[in-house]
């Protein structure tokens, strides 16, 4: 754990990590009834509900007490950056772009910070959120090697809508903002 990281600062990092899942749950379960092809439809659709699950395990870890934030207050965005993300990400009408912006963009982003907070628990107090974090982590990790495998290998630096979405998330200071 960061020194100085109680309950009320795990509660808004998951919170805000739920967020994420959510939003993407929702952007991508919606762009996958517009695919172009039953390939994309179906990786779309799995990556959507890959989300809503990793936002279920996320949720299990919020508090739940009188006098402590529900569920819904600690499930907030991490700034306008991330819902920028989103937006640009669910208005991408190319499959394969999409696709590659989540496989080698969003993906890799999610996991570094996912991690980023896991080596940040306390062995005391957080060994149910580090459980949680090793779920979605593995769980996202799976996800987006399937989705890699369907885009291939290009290198070269992230284009369009991958490159829009990558300075984005920077500029928030990651998928859930500050993980410090």
């Known amino acids: 754990m960061i020194a100085g990281r109680g309950l009320f600062a795990t509660a808004d990092l998951v919170g805000r990590e739920r967020y ?8 991508l379960g919606r ?3 517009e695919a172009s092809s039953p390939p994309a439809a179906v990786a779309l659709s799995a990556a959507a509900r890959g989300h809503a699950w990793r936002a279920k395990v996320l949720e299990e870890q919020l508090p739940v007490s009188l006098g402590l934030p529900g569920v819904d207050d600690a499930t907030r965005s991490p700034g306008a950056g991330l819902d920028d993300a989103v937006d640009a990400l669910g208005a991408e009408r190319d499959d394969t772009t999409l696709i590659a912006a989540l496989a080698k963009v969003v993906y890799p982003a999610m ?4 991690r980023a907070h896991l080596v940040s628990c306390s062995e ?9 974090l090793r ?3 593995a769980d996202l990790e799976f996800q987006a090697d399937d989705l890699y495998v369907l885009v291939g290998d290009d290198e070269g630096p992230p284009r369009g ?8 998330l920077e500029a928030a200071g990651g998928p859930f903002g500050s993980i410090g």
């Open 20 to 27: 994420s899942e959510l939003a993407l749950f929702k952007a």
């Open 31 to 33: 762009r996958s009834l």
């Open 111 to 114: 996991l570094g910070s996912y």
């Open 124 to 132: 005391v107090s957080d060994p149910p959120v580090a459980l949680a």
């Open 135 to 137: 779920r979605v982590i």
């Open 161 to 168: 809508v991958a490159a829009a979405v990558a300075r984005l």
